[in-house]
């Protein structure tokens, strides 16, 4: 199976401050299609996860600017520009590249 | 608003059997791919299964090979997980998701929390 690596694994931020965490994969994640199948969750305190990014660098419909993807073959990047309250929780980089799909451990998000 | 809730869980006994369902709304159901996933106590996220548009194919992570079985019902927009042989390390709150694109799902359901114990 694919190993997704993150890290930090907690990441205490202080608001207004730019975020960043990091996701390496033990093999590439570019899928015969060309394509590449690396996303982000979010999971709130209390909540279902929530994709934010898909295809490393999509956004979803209604997630803010502030948040963005990037990387390629195996490491990849969540940035957020601009910490806010609403980002505390635990994030996830997933990859639908290949069978099984996989996550990363989770990355703690959390005001300083 | 598209929208997927799950039920069926509860305690059950090692060895036993439960079957979760997940009543989806506000989208085309039989058009797309639907998806189980679990997450342990305390733990990471763990994709469980896929299963495509007309339910003849199917995708299962190797822990639940042979134990789990997904389905679906079109006519009743309705996905299903039958579990059994149930393990400890089968306790979970299981989600279910709409793949919305290749290599995704997206939303989730609020999630349906199975205890495997004795």
């Known amino acids: 199976d694919v190993v997704l690596t993150q890290s930090p694994l907690s990441l205490p931020v202080t608001f207004g401050q730019p975020a960043s965490i990091s996701c390496r994969s033990n093999?590439?994640?570019?899928?015969?299609?060309?394509?590449?199948?690396l996303n982000w969750f979010q999971q709130r305190p209390g909540q279902s996860p929530r994709r934010l990014i898909y295809?490393?660098?999509d956004r979803d419909s209604g997630v803010p600017d502030r948040f963005g993807g990037s990387g390629a073959g195996t490491d990849f990047t969540l940035r957020i520009s601009r910490v806010e309250a609403d980002d505390v929780g635990i994030y996830y980089c997933m990859q639908g590249t290949h069978w099984p799909w996989t996550f990363g451990q989770g990355t703690r998000v959390e005001i300083k | 608003e598209v929208q997927m809730v799950e039920s069926g869980g509860g305690l059950v006994q090692p060895g036993g059997s439960l079957r979760l369902s997940c009543a989806a709304s506000?989208?085309?159901?039989?058009?797309?791919?639907m998806s189980w996933i679990r997450q342990a106590p305390g733990r990471g996220l763990e994709w469980v299964a896929n299963?495509?548009?007309?339910?003849?194919?199917?995708y299962y992570v190797d822990s639940v090979e042979g134990r789990f079985t997904i389905s679906r019902d079109n006519a009743k927009s309705s996905l299903y997980l039958q579990m059994s042989s149930l393990r400890v390390d089968d306790t979970a709150v299981y989600y279910c998701g709409r793949a919305d694109r290749v290599g995704s799902a997206d939303p989730w359901g609020q999630g349906t929390l199975v205890i495997v114990s004795s």
């Open positions: 295809e490393v660098s």
């Open positions: 093999e590439s994640l570019v899928k015969a299609d060309g394509n590449t199948y």
């Open positions: 299963i495509n548009q007309d339910g003849n194919e199917k």
């Open positions: 506000g989208f085309t159901f039989r058009r797309r791919w």
